[in-house]
């Protein structure tokens, strides 16, 4: 066993219930976040005023934080790749708390350093402790899909 399979064996065997309900509000609030940032595309297009050589760089950053946090929010919320969900959101939290202080408030949404912290630690603990047994990804794993004999499948 490698430490990728040794941390996820880990984080699949000591998953309390409670941490689910904490997994999908996460989600939900990550897809919320999302959804207002294309609301409020106004920052971004301020960032790229400001600079615009870096105009295409501004725009594939922008793509990518409204990809992360709606689809990752989601797969976070439902538990499917739910690590693989948290892993693409780190780098945006990063980003968060690094320019979180940019006179152009393109990351507004955190309201406060600690809430960006807080939303983070979740992301770094459910990145390690997975979906849990209220997931996708648990309903997938206790129902795998079996394959159908064809040459019976149409009586």
């Known amino acids: 066993m490698n430490m990728l399979q040794r941390v996820e064996?880990?984080?699949d065997t000591h998953h309390p219930n409670w941490l689910s309900a904490v997994r999908i509000l996460l989600g939900v609030f990550l897809l919320v976040v999302g959804i207002r940032f294309v609301q409020e595309r106004d920052a971004l297009i301020?960032?790229?005023?400001?600079?615009?050589?870096?105009?295409?760089?501004?725009v594939m950053l922008g793509h990518y934080v409204v990809f992360a946090h709606i689809v990752g929010g989601l797969f976070i919320?439902?538990?499917l790749f739910t690590r693989l969900a948290s892993i693409l959101n780190i780098p945006?939290?990063?980003g968060a708390l690094i320019f979180f202080h940019s006179p152009t408030g393109l990351f507004n949404e955190y309201q406060t350093v600690g809430l960006s912290v807080?939303?983070?630690v979740l992301l770094i603990l459910f990145?390690?402790?997975g979906s849990g047994?209220?997931?996708v990804d648990e309903?997938?794993?206790?129902?795998?899909?079996?394959?159908?004999n064809r040459r019976y499948a149409d009586f």
């Open 127 to 129: 990145a390690v402790e």
């Open 77 to 79: 919320a439902m538990g």
């Open 133 to 135: 047994r209220i997931s």
């Open 118 to 120: 807080l939303i983070l």
């Open 139 to 148: 309903y997938m794993r206790k129902h795998p899909e079996r394959p159908r």
């Open 46 to 58: 301020a960032v790229i005023h400001q600079n615009p050589s870096l105009a295409a760089l501004s």
């Open 9 to 11: 064996h880990w984080g």
């Open 92 to 94: 945006v939290l990063l």
